[in-house]
């Protein structure tokens, strides 16, 4: 009887099949891959917050000492990073400028005193230098 109850209940192969593909599919996207896709939609959500800054974002990079359109060319970079992180044929070129962009972001922080704002573009930074590097490494054992 428990076998007949234990039958009922089970899917037949047929209908697991499909699924379990789609999970073997998603389960063999590398990690380095999945940090760089990451990456660029951290880039991206940083863009958009620059390029359609509310007016406390512009009004900080005029206390900081940047033009009040400054926030244009921040988040034009950022949007320029995603894309170059998101094509492996540019990630090496893209973690290079996310890089820049949150090593400026960083002294920019740290000039001002304002500490507590600056691990995030630290943390960042340091995760566009992995990428860089994994990037560099595959791309030189590619053209050995």
Excluded at 112 to 136: D, F, K, N, Q, S
Aim: one cysteine or more.
């Amino acid at each position: 009887m428990s076998d007949s109850v234990s039958a009922r209940f089970r899917s037949p192969p047929s209908a697991a099949a499909p699924w379990s593909s789609k999970v073997e599919q998603i389960s063999n996207i590398p990690w380095r891959q999945v940090l760089a896709w990451a990456l660029a939609a951290f880039f991206v959500a940083g863009s958009l917050g620059n390029i359609f800054a509310p007016r406390s974002i512009i009004e900080e990079y005029v206390r900081w000492g940047y033009p009040h359109w400054f926030h244009f060319v921040t988040g034009s970079l950022e949007l320029t990073t995603a894309v170059l992180l998101a094509r492996a044929p540019t990630r090496l070129w893209g973690a290079a400028l996310g890089c820049t962009v949150m090593c400026a972001a960083l002294g920019t922080l740290i000039i001002h005193r304002e500490y507590a704002h600056a691990a995030l573009p630290l943390v960042v930074a340091g995760l566009a230098t992995v990428v860089g590097r994994i990037t560099w490494r595959q791309q030189l054992s590619n053209s050995a």
